[in-house]
């Protein structure tokens, strides 16, 4: 491999397998660019008359769980791909054959320090669900409580860290020899990307934000979030309540045990805005997949790998821009976007502005059933893209999250409206962004925040008077534009200079001629004479000068 990609992997193999799999379904190109000469395979490709989408599908899911992940995550991220690649992906499917039963009863054994009879009362040897990560088994415990039990695949912590670092070293090579590939930040992506499968990694972690997501839907008749048993609970298992339902995407289960689908609909959008907006901590993927109804007709939440979270800075800056919006505030939107993301470069204001009036355009005046979230949000998200405005994580698996539900209450009942359901969490919001309370509190933090920079201005004198006192201190100015300014306050010096000198000379002559300093003409100094000539001459020059420049 080329000195660009002298680095050190654990698993050579394992980057020979990419290299080998990149080429076959036509995308060698990239890694001839980017450096890679040494590895080109000569094996067949992929017919190319497949389009490119399916081509990428097809090599992600043959790169195996790394890739299946980043493809799904990619596959809500409008704003990086054109659509028919975003459609594509989104047939990403996360399902593998399980592994056998021995290495998860060792692994269960080792984790718990117990033997598996010991734990369970019956364990199902076959895997209810097999994904790239995990897999999940039935079971019941000694003390006859209904579970599943939740553990990873093997050595896939390994395989993973091992895809992580080939796609960290392939990401910056990207940055560095295909430079519009900086547009989109691969690093920041893989960065991202890597943090979102390590927490997946955490069962832990899982466990914890099953607890939060139960404590916040406390009292909630509406939703059931399922128990942990931490007892049994290790960062590569997890064992949790089961339950029994009908996963909400089995449309036709639903009408045969005569649930309505738009109160079903509905419920399950009020779920996702209540954990949104007033919890602001909320299940990143809400798929048909992921939500069960009870037999008693409640909501249930399962998989909690992936969660996001919204603190009230980022709640009260998307109610902005929804009223921005609503009433074509064309200035206000373009305030809170630039507020809520990070600016990489110059920013064209006027450009943006007429590119938000075009995305508002699009929405106002229609009714509230008419206006589509799945499109308006991507449309904001490429928008920030193309300003080179980079939109945090969390507020992408935001929008990844009501896209979903929304998509999801559609199919359950097409003519179904998330912008009514969403208002009275939005009117709340507004009623407690400017109630006294939250006046006071915000009032309270400003006053907290100055009475903060005032006790350390004390700090900040004595370190510069330290700074003094050593004769240590060292302060660059930087000018810009001033070399017209300077070159103008050149003329003026030399003018001014001059106008010294003609009077110089004209005292001179004066005192030349008082004295009567021959020679004499017409009994008057010569030189008095010839001072005075060459004092209006330069006079003269000035004035001229002066009134050329103004």
């Known amino acids: 491999m080329e000195k660009a990609l002298s680095f050190s992997f654990q698993n050579a193999k394992r980057l020979q397998q990419i290299v080998n799999t990149v080429f076959?379904?036509?995308?060698?190109?990239?890694?001839?660019?980017?450096?890679?000469?040494?590895f080109i395979p000569k094996i067949k490709t992929v017919d190319e008359k497949v389009s490119t989408p399916v081509r990428v599908r097809l090599m992600l899911e043959e790169l195996g769980p790394t890739f299946v992940k980043l493809g799904q995550i990619l596959s809500?991220?409008?704003?990086?791909?054109?659509?028919?690649?975003?459609?594509?992906?989104?047939?990403?499917?996360?399902?593998?054959?399980?592994?056998?039963?021995?290495?998860?009863?060792?692994?269960?054994?080792?984790?718990?320090?117990?033997?598996?009879?010991?734990?369970?009362?019956?364990?199902?040897?076959?895997?209810?669900?097999?994904?790239?990560i995990a897999q999940v088994h039935r079971a019941r415990l000694k003390s006859k409580e209904e579970v599943v039990v939740k553990v990873q695949r093997p050595d896939i912590e390994k395989i993973i860290n091992s895809d992580l670092e080939i796609m960290f070293h392939a990401a910056r090579l990207l940055e560095r020899y295909v430079p519009e590939s900086r547009l989109y930040d691969p690093v920041g992506i893989v960065e991202e990307f890597s943090e979102e499968i390590?927490?997946?990694?955490?069962?832990?972690?899982?466990?914890?934000?099953?607890?939060?997501?139960?404590?916040?839907?406390?009292?909630?008749?509406?939703?059931?979030?399922?128990?942990?048993?931490?007892?049994?609970?290790?960062?590569?298992?997890?064992?949790?309540?089961?339950?029994?339902?009908?996963?909400?995407?089995?449309?036709?289960?639903?009408?045969?045990?005569?649930?309505s689908?738009?109160?079903?609909?509905?419920?399950?959008?009020?779920?996702?805005?209540?954990?949104?907006?007033?919890?602001?901590?909320?299940?990143?993927?809400?798929?048909?997949?992921n939500i069960i109804l009870t037999k008693d007709g409640r909501i249930a939440f399962i998989d909690f790998g992936i969660m996001g979270r919204l603190d009230n800075f980022y709640k009260y800056k998307l109610l902005e821009l929804i009223q921005g919006a609503i009433s074509?505030?064309?200035?206000?939107?373009?305030?809170?976007?630039?507020?809520?993301?990070?600016?990489?470069?110059?920013?064209?204001?006027?450009?943006?502005?007429?590119?938000?009036?075009?995305?508002?355009?699009?929405?106002?005046?229609?009714?509230?059933?008419?206006?589509?979230?799945?499109?308006?949000?991507?449309?904001?998200?490429?928008?920030?893209?193309?300003?080179?405005?980079?939109?945090?994580?969390?507020?992408?698996?935001?929008?990844?999250?009501v896209i979903t539900a929304e998509g999801l209450g559609k199919e359950l009942y097409p003519d179904f409206d998330i912008v009514s359901v969403a208002k009275p969490y939005v009117y709340e919001l507004i009623i407690s962004n400017y109630s006294p309370e939250r006046v006071i509190k915000n009032a309270g933090e400003e006053l907290r925040k100055f009475q903060k920079a005032i006790k350390g201005i004390p700090e900040i004198i004595n370190k510069l008077n330290n700074k003094l006192a050593e004769d240590n201190i060292k302060i660059d100015f930087e000018?810009?534009?001033?070399?017209?300014?300077?070159?103008?306050?050149?003329?003026?010096?030399?003018?001014?200079?001059?106008?010294?000198?003609?009077?110089?000379?004209?005292?001179?002559?004066?005192?030349?001629?008082?004295?009567?300093?021959?020679?004499?003409?017409?009994?008057?100094?010569?030189?008095?004479?010839?001072?005075?000539?060459?004092?209006?001459?330069?006079?003269?020059?000035?004035?001229?000068?002066?009134?050329?420049?103004?």
Request: aromatic share 12%; with cysteine; proline share 3%.
């Open 24 to 38: 076959k379904y036509g995308f060698g190109y990239i890694l001839t660019r980017i450096g890679v000469v040494k």
């Open 76 to 132: 809500m991220r409008p704003d990086l791909l054109p659509e028919d690649y975003i459609m594509e992906l989104k047939k990403l499917q996360d399902e593998v054959p399980g592994v056998d039963f021995p290495y998860i009863k060792s692994l269960i054994e080792s984790e718990l320090g117990k033997k598996l009879e010991d734990i369970f009362d019956y364990f199902e040897e076959q895997p209810k669900a097999a994904a790239s």
């Open 198 to 259: 390590k927490n997946e990694l955490d069962f832990l972690r899982e466990g914890w934000n099953v607890e939060r997501f139960r404590k916040n839907f406390k009292g909630d008749d509406s939703v059931y979030v399922p128990k942990v048993y931490w007892e049994y609970t290790t960062k590569k298992i997890l064992v949790m309540e089961y339950i029994d339902g009908i996963k909400i995407k089995d449309i036709k289960s639903i009408e045969e045990h005569g649930f």
């Open 261 to 289: 689908k738009k109160e079903l609909a509905e419920k399950g959008i009020r779920a996702v805005l209540k954990q949104v907006f007033k919890h602001g901590f909320f299940h990143a993927d809400p798929h048909g997949g």
């Open 328 to 401: 074509k505030n064309i200035d206000k939107v373009c305030d809170v976007l630039l507020e809520i993301g990070f600016i990489e470069g110059k920013i064209d204001y006027s450009r943006l502005r007429w590119d938000v009036e075009d995305v508002i355009e699009r929405f106002y005046g229609k009714t509230l059933k008419e206006i589509n979230m799945s499109e308006m949000l991507p449309q904001m998200l490429k928008l920030s893209q193309k300003h080179r405005v980079k939109v945090p994580s969390n507020l992408i698996l935001l929008i990844k999250a």
């Open 479 to 550: 000018y810009r534009g001033l070399e017209k300014f300077a070159f103008e306050l050149s003329k003026m010096v030399n003018r001014l200079v001059i106008g010294i000198i003609v009077s110089a000379i004209i005292v001179a002559s004066s005192l030349i001629i008082r004295a009567n300093v021959g020679p004499m003409i017409f009994g008057i100094s010569a030189i008095g004479m010839l001072g005075y000539m060459l004092a209006a001459f330069f006079g003269f020059m000035i004035l001229i000068s002066i009134l050329r420049t103004g």
